[in-house]
């Protein structure tokens, strides 16, 4: 069989990859310790999931309009005005399959081939995927590590070419924990603007930060240049459900509605349901979520300081941390973040994801949603584990 040259340009998700090698460990009998996945291990609150029971009951479960009900896109742009003091309307909302359908339409729609989109390293591995998918080409961004993976406006705009189309930005970032500030935030926009470019500003952990109050640059009222990419699989442990938005111009989402109108169609009827009590009801079940993973990160910090020669950047939000393990490299078979990630599973069965996946090569990344038992029991396996080196 032949395959399109389009789909060869992509390959599997790695994160992925790494959840089907500690699949496959843990039905040996292993028990892992697993930092893979960048999932909540909450499950989803019981109010929402009941909202879902509802609907099946009152036999919500056909066709929906394709872009979202009416009832969800109000209440998505009332819970962002809210928490943001954004002013979106229903028009300027389209609601999707989780947050990686508005990113993979929002690029097919905006990107011919050649077309260039600045791309910040670290990066989340489907925004390199989706981009070569469109046709367009990565233009990479490193940034410092010295300086928390800061992402500047100012070198930004020095990558920006006549092929330049669209910067992607991800703060709170996966697989860093990085935050940029909101004033850098602000700036990176008014790059976008000053050059005709769509800013794509990926915030689907922007309730998970451990300083200061949650931020989006939806405050800002330009619709032009900027489309917000959210969900609600983080924030409420919706994994499963698949539920994502964006927000931005009309006739940008316009030509989103189309992929999806043929595509997926609506997301899963019951699913917005559920969605639509999650952002209605009170807010206790973020801020309950979010003080367990912050009583996680000082504890995965502070663990993997305390094992010689890793230096781990102090994730100021999402669930993930990112140590520099490079005192391990070129070590006893340890010749990149893949082999060392291997390793640490097949002889200690703790799961991390190779940094190499996110474009650096000195670094693996642990998610720490996951309890404060499995994160002891992991952090002591890995300090046993690098001893030996
Ligand atoms: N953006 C980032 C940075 C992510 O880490 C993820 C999921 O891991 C997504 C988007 C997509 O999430 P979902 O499709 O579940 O909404």
Same mark, same amino acid.
């Given at each position: 069989?032949? *395959?399109?040259?389009?789909?060869?340009?992509?390959?599997?998700?790695?994160?992925?990859?790494?959840?089907?090698?500690?699949?496959?460990?843990?039905?040996?009998?292993?028990?892992?310790?697993? *930092?893979? #996945?960048? !999932?909540?291990?909450?499950?989803?609150?019981?109010?929402?999931?009941?909202?879902?029971?509802?609907?099946?009951?009152?036999?919500?479960?056909?066709?929906?309009?394709?872009?979202?009900?009416?009832?969800?896109?109000?209440?998505?742009?009332?819970?962002?005005?809210?928490?943001?003091?954004?002013?979106?309307?229903?028009?300027?909302?389209?609601?999707?399959?989780?947050?990686? $359908?508005?990113?993979?339409?929002?690029?097919?729609?905006?990107?011919?081939?050649?077309?260039?989109?600045?791309?910040?390293?670290?990066?989340?591995?489907?925004?390199?995927?989706?981009?070569?998918? %469109?046709?367009?080409?990565?233009?990479?961004?490193?940034?410092? !590590?010295?300086?928390?993976?800061?992402?500047?406006?100012?070198?930004?705009?020095?990558?920006?070419?006549?092929?330049?189309?669209?910067?992607?930005?991800?703060?709170?970032?996966?697989?860093?924990?990085?935050?940029?500030?909101?004033? !850098?935030?602000?700036?990176?926009?008014?790059?976008?603007?000053?050059?005709?470019?769509?800013?794509?500003?990926?915030?689907? @952990?922007?309730?998970?930060?451990?300083?200061?109050?949650?931020?989006?640059?939806?405050?800002?009222?330009?619709?032009? =240049?900027?489309?917000?990419?959210?969900?609600?699989?983080?924030?409420?442990?919706?994994?499963?459900?698949?539920?994502?938005?964006?927000?931005?111009?009309?006739?940008?989402?316009?030509?989103?509605?189309?992929? $999806?109108? =043929?595509?997926?169609?609506?997301?899963?009827?019951?699913?917005?349901?559920?969605?639509?009590?999650?952002?209605? #009801?009170?807010?206790?079940?973020?801020? #309950?979520?979010?003080?367990?993973?912050?009583?996680?990160?000082?504890?995965?910090?502070?663990?993997?300081?305390?094992?010689?020669?890793?230096?781990?950047?102090?994730?100021?939000?999402? *669930?993930?941390? @990112?140590?520099?393990?490079? %005192?391990?490299?070129?070590?006893?078979?340890?010749?990149?973040?893949? %082999?060392?990630?291997?390793?640490?599973?097949?002889?200690?069965?703790?799961?991390?994801?190779?940094? $190499? #996946?996110?474009?650096?090569?000195?670094?693996?990344?642990?998610? @720490?949603?996951?309890?404060?038992?499995?994160?002891? !029991?992991?952090?002591?396996?890995?300090?046993?584990? *690098?001893?030996?080196?």
């Amino acid at each position: 069989m032949q *395959f399109s040259e389009r789909i060869s340009r992509i390959s599997i998700s790695t994160t992925a990859a790494v959840v089907q090698k500690a699949d496959k460990l843990r039905a040996t009998g292993a028990t892992l310790v697993d *930092f893979g #996945a960048g !999932e909540p291990d909450f499950p989803t609150p019981d109010h929402i999931k009941q909202a879902a029971v509802r609907a099946l009951e009152e036999n919500f479960t056909r066709y929906t309009p394709t872009g979202g009900i009416g009832d969800l896109k109000e209440a998505l742009v009332e819970r962002h005005a809210r928490d943001f003091g954004s002013n979106y309307s229903v028009e300027e909302c389209l609601i999707t399959v989780g947050g990686k $359908q508005a990113i993979f339409e929002a690029m097919v729609a905006t990107l011919n081939d050649g077309d260039e989109v600045i791309l910040p390293v670290p990066y989340w591995v489907s925004f390199l995927d989706i981009i070569r998918y %469109a046709g367009g080409n990565e233009v990479l961004l490193e940034t410092d !590590e010295a300086e928390g993976f800061a992402v500047r406006a100012e070198a930004v705009e020095k990558l920006i070419t006549p092929r330049t189309r669209m910067i992607v930005v991800n703060s709170p970032n996966n697989p860093t924990g990085a935050v940029v500030p909101p004033e !850098e935030m602000q700036k990176l926009l008014a790059v976008a603007t000053r050059h005709n470019l769509l800013l794509l500003s990926d915030e689907c @952990y922007c309730q998970c930060v451990y300083e200061g109050p949650p931020f989006s640059l939806g405050n800002s009222k330009d619709c032009e =240049h900027l489309l917000i990419v959210g969900s609600l699989s983080k924030t409420y442990a919706m994994t499963g459900w698949r539920v994502g938005f964006a927000l931005g111009s009309t006739k940008l989402l316009a030509n989103m509605l189309k992929l $999806q109108s =043929h595509s997926t169609s609506n997301p899963t009827s019951i699913a917005q349901k559920a969605a639509v009590e999650a952002l209605r #009801a009170p807010q206790d079940c973020v801020r #309950a979520m979010l003080a367990e993973y912050h009583r996680r990160r000082d504890r995965v910090v502070k663990g993997l300081r305390a094992i010689p020669g890793i230096e781990c950047t102090l994730p100021r939000g999402a *669930f993930y941390a @990112y140590p520099n393990i490079s %005192a391990y490299l070129n070590r006893d078979g340890l010749a990149d973040t893949a %082999a060392l990630a291997g390793k640490l599973l097949e002889e200690a069965h703790v799961a991390v994801v190779p940094g $190499q #996946a996110f474009g650096t090569h000195q670094h693996v990344r642990l998610s @720490y949603a996951t309890s404060l038992g499995q994160i002891e !029991e992991g952090l002591r396996r890995m300090a046993t584990f *690098f001893a030996r080196f």
